[in-house]
């Protein structure tokens, strides 16, 4: 027999008279005006496959197994009453009205309701929001069955939370100030534009000067900023000024980060292969300083132990605060290539660009330009320079000079009628008599300018794009002649100055912009030089970031300014007078092609020179990769 639920006589809100009980809530009917409730008779409770046909699965949720129909918008939500049956007065913070319940957007959601960080979400019947399945958890469903189909209890959860709240709707998205807003599509949070992190170059680590940790963060900063587009003696001076570098330290940041540039594409080869994502800016750099020291120099040497280096590494990374996080990663890398190195480096040979270190574009431009040498050419340029030095002829003579060397205890050999070469690079402050202007730094190709170009004495000679002044320098060492040295760049003509007082030299510093003739004072040169504008891909090997910095459309824009600069000299040569064109470029577009079509709009007259040359290495070809072009101008 069933029970029957007994009548509750209660005070309620008052409620629209015609509003009508939920579809198919047969056993209750709508309130009356006393608020009362008339229970009728209770289905049976179903089990089985037939719970999931016609609804519920469960015992109706009620006193006794009575039946209740779902709720519209709370209206038949008895009123709050105390003991006696009596509505009470509404309490704090809550406010008196017909129905004791605020809308559905201003109330706090259920457990089915989305959270406030989520977008919102509306709660539908027989779908849960998180999935279709068994759950250990209250609120939150498990995996979806095979079938399709959720438990009939979950089904009846739902059901009844939906009876419980009406039309549930979950708050507007409001985005935490704490929070990033919503990531773009495909992309994660952490990979937000937003998120980026921005490199912190000014700060000033708690690492020893005198430790590798704090050589490898120097290099790894003065790396980081490569990559954003700065030379690296640029990004290195940033370095040394805003840290407590002493001289030795310096020494160290410099060798680590020219070592990592002429690795570096192997370097992101082998990042790739073991990073779980690309790391940050100064990660990377960590990472790009720290793998070449772990491998052999071609002397099979090596300048540190990888236990060292892997120790030092992860020690950097924690006293950087753009480090710090993934210092793990760090670790876990660099031991990794411990492990794993034969078969990393095999692997990372397969690529070109970490096989030679050079970007895909500028090694077929190589193989296009020389395809009997070009491998000798990338090759070359992955090697430390030689120190190359030039004998100042007003000071003494190269054989006074070498032996200078051999008391100083310093191997050196003669190349050139001014060239000594040193058997192993030592530091400047080491050089003896370079401080008194007996010699200075410069490559074997460079020294044949000032002698193609054959100055005599009292004559007028106008050096174009003259910075830092080594061809400056030496033409006054040959001849005494009246020179300017001009450039476009005011601080970089600082240094010709510099040059020409510790070499006991004089000239005419000019700084103006080769291609205009506003600075000329109309008296024609007897002898210019026009070491013009240039990719300065032929001076790799002693600029390695130029390799990464430079793209294969600069050669044409960079050609186009040369033409002009070459075609405003020709105007300022005297009859009879020679032009020497330079530079320091391995691409036939700014030499070869470039003297061509100069000589064709002028009428030159092109006299004998070197032409290209190219750094293939070697005892005889160990020089930088440049190109001379002479002309004279007809009387």
Known sequence: ?????????????????????????????????????????????KSGPAARQDGPGKPPAGKDGAARPPRKDGEFKPAPYNKDGAARPPRRNEESQSSPYKDAASRTPNRDAAPRSAPEREATPGVSPYGAGPSKHPGRGGPARRDGQGKPSFQDDHARAQDRSGASRALPYK????????????????????????????????????SLSFALMGAATAVA?????????????????????????????????YRAMRKLGHSDALIAMMAPKAPDPLVAGLLACALPLMQKDEDGTSAYEQFTVVDQTVTAAAAHPDTARAKAMINAVLRRFQRER?????????????????PQWWIDAVRAAYPDQ???????????????????????????????????????????????????????????????????????????AAQLLD??????????????GGKTCHILELADAQVTALDADAKRLLRVGENLERL??????????????????????????????????????????????RRKGDT????????????????????????????????????????????????AVRLDAPGQLLPTGGSEQDHDGLFYALFQKHA
Not at 192 to 198: A, G, S
Not at 234 to 257: C, E, M
Not at 342 to 358: C, G, I
Not at 455 to 468: E, I
Request: hydrophobic share 40%.
């Open 225 to 257: 900023q490569v990559r954003t587009g700065m030379a690296l003696p640029q990004a290195l001076a940033g370095v040394f000024a805003s840290s407590d570098a002493t001289p030795q330290s310096r020494g160290a940041i410099q060798d680590i980060a």
């Open 556 to 603: 044409l824009q960079l050609a186009t300014l040369s033409a002009k600069i070459l075609d405003n000299l020709w105007q300022m040569l005297a009859p009879n007078g020679k032009l020497l064109f330079v530079t320091c470029s391995l691409w036939p577009q700014e030499s070869e092609a470039q003297a061509a079509a100069f000589a064709a709009r002028n009428g």
């Open 455 to 468: 100055v005599k004495d009292g004559q007028r000679v106008l050096d174009a794009c003259a910075a830092p």
């Open 1 to 45: 027999m069933t029970k029957q639920r007994p009548v509750l006589k209660l005070k309620t809100a008052s409620a629209p008279a015609s509003a009508a009980p939920a579809k198919g809530a047969t056993s209750r009917p709508a309130p009356g005006k006393g608020g009362a409730y008339k229970a009728g008779p209770t289905p049976p409770y």
């Open 342 to 358: 034969k078969e990393l480096l095999e692997a990372a040979q397969l690529q070109p660009v970490a096989k030679w270190n050079y």
């Open 374 to 448: 070009w491998q000798a050419v990338l090759a070359t340029g992955n090697q430390p320079p030689p120190l190359t030095l030039r004998v100042n002829a007003r000071k003494g003579t190269v054989e006074d000079y070498l032996q200078t060397l051999e008391q100083a205890g310093i191997a050196a050999t003669r190349i050139g009628p001014q060239a000594v070469r040193l058997a192993k690079p030592v530091g400047v402050h080491l050089i003896p008599g370079f401080d008194e202007g007996l010699v200075s730094v410069q490559d074997a190709a460079a020294q044949l």
């Open 175 to 210: 985005p935490s100030p704490v929070r990033a807003e919503p990531a773009e599509p495909g992309l994660r949070a952490s990979h937000h534009r937003d998120f980026k992190p921005v490199l912190q170059t000014q700060f000033k680590t708690d690492l020893r000067p005198d």
């Open 504 to 549: 006991g030299l004089q000239a005419a510093l000019q700084p103006a912009e080769a291609q205009n003739r506003d600075w000329w004072d109309g008296q024609a040169y007897d002898r210019i030089l026009a070491d013009v504008p240039c990719t300065a891909s032929g001076i790799v090997r002693r600029h390695p970031d130029i390799r990464w910095l």
